[in-house]
């Protein structure tokens, strides 16, 4: 594979379920990200992770909880949402901006919580 | 703030040129970014340009930055239905990892 890969590509899940969602980069890059998108809404940075540390941290729910054991792998745990969380769920990968810092993004998952 | 503003909607005709334009606030931008995502799928990355440049060319694509009107612009030329997607425009400023991204404009390619 390469690129960016994401799993599952469509979820549907009750507010009481918990779930993960998976991303993996095959790019080499040091930077990972979550971003939401929303209908009608600007993309919405969540998390951030550098070299497997989180870096930022968007003012997001503590019901959304990410995890990167090392630099291609990056999830994100989900727990007790709510039907506002339903969305388009993407992972992004990057060099450390101190040059271009473009982003690559995989094809998301389509998240909805009933 | 931290807007970066875009029309909502384009429709051409196939073979002419298409034009996006975006606005953004900050004058520490130090990157600016076209995504294109089409339905079902990522942002996929288009082109950039870096701040102290006016224009960059990339076969049929061509970006205008005008850093004083903090305005940028994204030309397609002969542009063909494969383009029919939403165009999003990005800023980042300084060293941050963060990209800010405007809500999208959608182009229709009619045939």
């Known amino acids: 594979e390469t690129g960016v890969t994401q799993t599952p590509r469509h979820l549907v899940m009750g507010m009481t379920n918990k779930k993960s969602l998976k991303c993996e980069q095959h790019l080499g890059h040091n930077a990972m990200y979550w971003y939401k998108q929303s209908a009608k809404k600007p993309l919405e940075l969540m998390f951030v992770y550098n070299f497997k540390e989180q870096t930022e941290n968007n003012s997001v729910p503590s019901r959304f909880s990410p995890e990167c054991p090392n630099s291609s792998h990056l999830f994100l745990h989900l727990h007790t949402l709510q039907p506002e969380d339903s969305a388009l769920y993407l992972c992004?990968?990057?060099?450390?901006?101190?040059?271009?810092?473009?982003?690559?993004f995989g094809p998301g998952t389509r998240l909805t919580v009933l | 703030g931290e807007d970066v503003e875009q029309s909502l909607f384009l429709s051409v005709r196939e073979g002419d040129s298409s034009v996006i334009n975006c606005t953004y606030t900050?004058?520490?931008?130090?990157?600016l970014y076209w995504y294109k995502q089409e339905p079902g799928a990522g942002l996929q990355l288009l082109t950039y340009i870096f701040s102290n440049m006016d224009m960059k060319q990339d076969q049929r694509l061509t970006v205008l930055l005008n850093k004083k009107d903090k305005h940028l612009s994204l030309r397609i030329a002969d542009t063909q239905t494969g383009d029919s997607a939403i165009y999003f425009c990005?800023?980042?400023?300084?060293?941050?990892?963060?990209?800010?991204f405007g809500s999208g404009t959608r182009l229709l390619v009619r045939p």
């Open positions: 900050d004058s520490s931008s130090t990157y």
């Open positions: 992004a990968s990057g060099d450390s901006p101190s040059g271009s810092g473009e982003q690559f």
């Open positions: 990005a800023e980042r400023r300084d060293s941050s990892y963060k990209l800010i």
